[in-house]
């Protein structure tokens, strides 16, 4: 069998092209599809196109687009030249899995930075007498409009008591 994967499908770490590539061959649910159905194993593309119910033509198109990202890579059997068999190739799974890691410890940090102020904020709060409760923090606008309404029902409070 010759095996033959497309020329940029083996790059090293995830680029943004190569990423911009396989999220747009992911975008379409019929390649979707197609990737699930070779999880189960190598497949023709006959048999794609029969499970897909998609025509030879629209299959070919989809796994061309696959083939170019470098989600899938065909191989062509000794035995017949006609056939071309698909299957899953998996460091561009791995790649992308590593960037998805990569974001959800950035975010991750984020949120432990967060909850770790959100926490400081509170417990200062606390000691001054502050409601804690979202929406009153110190210099927050709500907070602020809160205590001018209520400086101004003083003052008028203290007019109406003049007069």
């Not at 998609?54 to 989809?62: D, K, L, N, Q, V």
Request: aromatic letters at 6%; charged letters at 35%.
């Amino acid at each position: 069998m010759v095996r033959r994967a497309h020329p940029h499908a083996r790059s090293g770490r995830l680029s943004d092209d190569r990423l911009s590539r396989t999220f747009a061959a992911l975008a379409d649910p019929t390649r979707r599809k197609a990737i699930e159905l070779l999880r189960r194993g190598p497949q023709r593309a006959g048999e794609l196109a029969d499970a897909l119910g998609s025509t030879p033509a629209g299959i070919s198109r989809h796994l061309r687009v696959l083939r170019e990202s470098g989600l899938v890579s065909e191989e062509v059997p000794d035995v017949d030249a006609r056939v071309r068999v698909y299957h899953l190739e998996r460091e561009p799974f791995d790649e992308l899995r590593t960037w998805v890691e990569d974001v959800e410890a950035f975010w991750g940090e984020q949120l432990a930075a967060f909850k770790a102020y959100a926490e400081r904020t509170r417990g200062r709060s606390a000691k001054r007498g502050i409601d804690a409760r979202p929406g009153n923090e110190p210099g927050d606008s709500r907070t602020t409009a809160r205590a001018a309404v209520s400086a101004s029902a003083k003052r008028f409070s203290a007019q109406r008591g003049r007069i």
